[in-house]
Structure formats: structure tokens, C-alpha cells
T-cell receptor
Framework: EPEVTQTPSHQVTQMGQEVILRCVPISNHLYFYWYRQILGQKVEFLVSFYNNEISEKSEIFDDQFSVERPDGSNFTLKIRSTKLEDSAMYFC?????????????FGPGTRLTVL | GQNIDQPTEMTATEGAIVQINCTYQTSGFNGLFWYQQHAGEAPTFLSYNVLDGLEEKGRFSSFLSRSKGYSYLLLKELQMKDSASYLCAVIDRNYQLIWGAGTKLIIKP
């Protein structure tokens, strides 16, 4: 069964450093998403991406965040200058169509720790 | 503002039935999802409701009442592996998923 994959599974970085989190969505899916979940808290929407551009983003997704689909398979989230409060689990998800009609399938997540 | 309420934690016995409730107040409604999340893992899809009524899928069923802003997830014949958090998420009018904080379900033998 096809699944969303994410790398790395764990990332430890120093405050102020840049990190890139990588995702490979399910191959025939058209919509891609990033979410984060701070330990013990609810899942929070960051951004959705369709047709090579951002379709929606939340207040959390400020100028230090960016997303890219550099080739036909990868979908990345870049955090330019990490802060302590960026420590969280970051989940990538994909869906065949938009969230209004289609189920989002989640990757296993990347645990980001900012020191 | 947008709000999704679920109980924080519930406890049930192996083999029994448990109902997890979710109430929501959102700007628009385009469907409701239930996801299961084991600790440290990703949410996995359980069910989707957009019309009123009951959707049954094996041991799990989900109910929706749009007029009441209410849903529940019913788990039957509970197994130890059902110990997890159960997340209610609503699609608002902008087609964004708004998440509840989740209900931690503890199954006891």
C-alpha cells in the first residue's frame, strides 16, 4: 500500500540554524500539507500546496517558513532560522484531491529538537 | 473563533464498547474526520462524515449531526491495541482541517 514517507525521523539543531524537512507524498496525490504538533498539544495546520504553489497557510507559517517541490516526488519544509519554540513533530500529508473531499494521509513525522 | 471539544481522557475495559464525543463550532462545515494517533506516531485515518447519520466500518462507527454540531466515534469489542488518542477534525469553509486536542483512550484488561 502506498504511503507518505518523511526524512529524517529525528533532527536536532542549534537555535538560529536552518533546517529542511523532507517528504515524499503518495505518487498520484495532488495536494500536500505540512502540520506540526508540539508535544502534548493538538495538531496545527501550517500550509497546503497544490499545483506548485501555496494554496492556504496559517498564522504560524510566517516568513521563516517556506515550502518547495523541487522535483516530481519531494516536498520540503524549510525553517530558515530555528527558534526553541519550533521544537515539535512535523507531519507531512497528502491527498488525491483537496481537503474538502479527500482524506489526508500522514507520514510518520520528523521530530525536530531545537537546542 | 473556531472550537472543537472532546473529552481529554477516557478509560474502558477490553471487550467493552466506548463512545467518544466531539462537539464543534466552526466557520462553515465541509465534513468531519476521526483519526487515531498512537503516542509518537502519525495520525491515521479512521472515518469521514459529511452527511447526518451513522457510518459503520468494522468495529468502528462514526455518527454526525450537523444541526447539533456533534459527532461521536463508537468503538466496539475493544482491544488493548485501541489504546491511543482519537482526534476529531472538522473541515471549515476555507477547506482547512481544524483539529480537536484529542481524547486519550486507556484500555484496561
Amino acid at each position: 500500500e502506498p504511503e507518505v514517507t518523511q526524512t529524517p525521523s529525528h533532527q536536532v539543531t542549534q537555535m538560529g540554524q536552518e533546517v529542511i524537512l523532507r517528504c515524499v507524498p503518495i505518487s498520484n496525490h495532488l495536494y500536500f500539507y505540512w502540520y506540526r504538533q508540539i508535544l502534548g498539544q493538538k495538531v496545527e495546520f501550517l500550509v497546503s500546496f497544490y499545483n506548485n504553489e501555496i494554496s492556504e497557510k496559517s498564522e504560524i507559517f510566517d516568513d521563516q517558513f517556506s515550502v518547495e517541490r523541487p522535483d516530481g516526488s519531494n516536498f520540503t519544509l524549510k525553517i530558515r532560522s530555528t527558534k526553541l519554540e519550533d521544537s515539535a513533530m512535523y507531519f507531512c500529508a497528502s491527498s488525491p484531491g483537496g481537503a474538502g473531499t479527500d482524506t489526508q494521509y500522514f507520514g510518520p513525522g520528523t521530530r525536530l529538537t531545537v537546542l | 473563533g473556531q472550537n472543537i471539544d472532546q473529552p481529554t481522557e477516557m478509560t474502558a475495559t477490553e471487550g467493552a464498547i466506548v463512545q467518544i464525543n466531539c462537539t464543534y463550532q466552526t466557520s462553515g462545515f465541509n465534513g468531519l474526520f476521526w483519526y487515531q494517533q498512537h503516542a509518537g506516531e502519525a495520525p491515521t485515518f479512521l472515518s469521514y462524515n459529511v452527511l447526518d447519520g451513522l457510518e459503520e466500518k468494522g468495529r468502528f462507527s462514526s455518527f454526525l449531526s450537523r444541526s447539533k454540531g456533534y459527532s461521536y466515534l463508537l468503538l466496539k469489542e475493544l482491544q488493548m491495541k485501541d489504546s491511543a488518542s482519537y482526534l476529531c477534525a472538522v473541515i471549515d469553509r476555507n477547506y482547512q482541517l481544524i483539529w480537536g486536542a484529542g481524547t486519550k483512550l486507556i484500555i484496561k484488561p
